[in-house]
C-alpha cells in the first residue's frame, strides 16, 4: 500500500513535466519547485485559517500561477531555441525561487499534521494502515483517471496531442499552439503543487524540497518512455514500489534501488516501457 501511495503521488507531480518535456519536448528542470512552491503556499494558508482543504485549493493556485508566469515570461521566448538554453534557464530558476521561498517563508524546515478525520489507521490483512495514505492513494488515483480522461476524451486534449504531433498543421487549422502550451504548462504545475501540499503530512517543507523530487520525475519519464503518458504512470508505480522496498532492505540507499531499475530498464528497452525510437 506504500509503494502504491508512493507510485500515484509520485505520477500526479510529474504529470506536467510528462506533458511539457515527454510530449512537448520542452526541458524544465525547474517543475520540482512548483511542488514546493505549492507546498509552502498551501501550509501558510492552513496554518492561518486552520483549513486543510482550502490549503490545497491555494497550494494548487498558486503553483499554478508560479508555472503561468515561468511559461509565459520565459519559455514562451525559448521553444524554438532547443533544448540546452530552456535547460539552462530552468536549472537557473531553480536558485531563483528557492531564494524567493526563503525570503517568504525563512528557510526553516515546516510540516503540517494529518486532518483529524484521516489520522486513524485501519487493519487490513494483519497489517495497519494509515488513513491518510488512503487518502493518498484515493487522491492519486483519481486525479490520474482525470488527467487521462482529459487528455484523451476532452477537445482540449484531443488538441494538445494534435498540437504536439504536427504544430505547424495545428497553427495552419487555426489552434492556438502558444495558448494550449500554456494551459499545459498551467495545469502541469498546479498538479504538481497540489501534490507537494498533500505529501506534506508524511514528508517535511524546506526550500529546495523540489529537487530530490525532479530526479524522480525525470526518472519516470525517461523509464516510461518520451511522449507516453501511461508509461509515465506504469514507471511511476515502478519507481514507488522500488523506493519503498529500498527504505525497508537497504535504508539509506533506497535511490540506489531506483538508479537500479532505471539502468536494467534501458539496457532492455532504451526508449522506455512505452517508448517508441525517433521516427517510428
Not at 57 to 71: C, P, Q, S
Not at 115 to 141: C, D, K, N, T
Not at 159 to 175: P, T
Request: charged residues 10%; neutral net charge.
Amino acid at each position: 500500500m506504500n509503494g502504491l501511495q508512493a507510485g500515484l503521488l509520485l505520477f500526479v507531480i510529474s504529470a506536467g513535466l510528462t506533458l511539457s518535456f515527454g510530449l512537448m519536448r520542452v526541458v524544465n528542470v525547474a517543475h520540482g519547485s512548483f511542488y514546493m512552491v505549492g507546498a509552502f503556499a498551501g501550509i501558510a494558508v492552513a496554518q492561518r485559517t486552520g483549513s486543510f482543504a482550502l490549503g490545497a485549493l491555494v497550494a494548487t493556485i498558486a503553483a499554478a500561477i508560479t508555472g503561468w508566469l515561468v511559461e509565459r515570461t520565459l519559455f514562451r521566448r525559448l521553444y524554438a531555441r532547443g533544448p540546452f538554453p530552456q535547460m539552462l534557464v530552468s536549472f537557473g530558476l531553480i536558485f531563483v525561487l528557492d531564494e524567493l521561498v526563503r525570503i517568504i517563508w525563512g528557510g526553516e524546515i515546516r510540516s503540517l499534521p494529518r486532518p483529524e478525520f484521516l489520522s486513524h489507521s485501519y487493519e487490513w490483512l494483519g497489517a495497519s494502515i494509515e488513513g491518510y495514505r488512503l487518502f493518498l492513494i484515493a487522491f492519486g488515483a483519481l486525479v490520474s483517471i482525470g488527467f487521462f480522461l482529459g487528455l484523451v476524451r476532452t477537445p482540449l486534449g484531443a488538441a494538445v496531442r494534435a498540437a504536439v504531433d504536427d504544430r505547424e498543421a495545428s497553427e495552419l487549422l487555426g489552434m492556438k499552439v502558444t495558448t494550449l502550451f500554456s494551459l499545459v504548462f498551467l495545469a502541469g504545475a498546479g498538479l504538481a503543487g497540489a501534490a507537494g501540499y498533500v505529501a506534506i503530512p508524511i514528508v517535511n517543507a524546506f526550500p529546495g524540497m523540489g529537487d530530490d523530487v525532479l530526479v524522480s520525475c525525470l526518472v519516470v519519464v525517461v523509464i516510461g518512455g518520451l511522449g507516453s503518458v501511461f508509461g509515465s504512470l506504469l514507471a511511476s508505480l515502478l519507481i514507488g514500489y522500488a523506493l519503498t522496498v529500498g527504505q525497508v532492505l537497504v535504508a539509506g540507499y533506497a535511490p540506489a534501488v531506483m538508479y537500479a531499475v532505471l539502468t536494467l530498464v534501458l539496457l532492455l528497452r532504451p526508449h522506455g516501457l512505452l517508448g517508441k525510437a525517433e521516427g517510428t
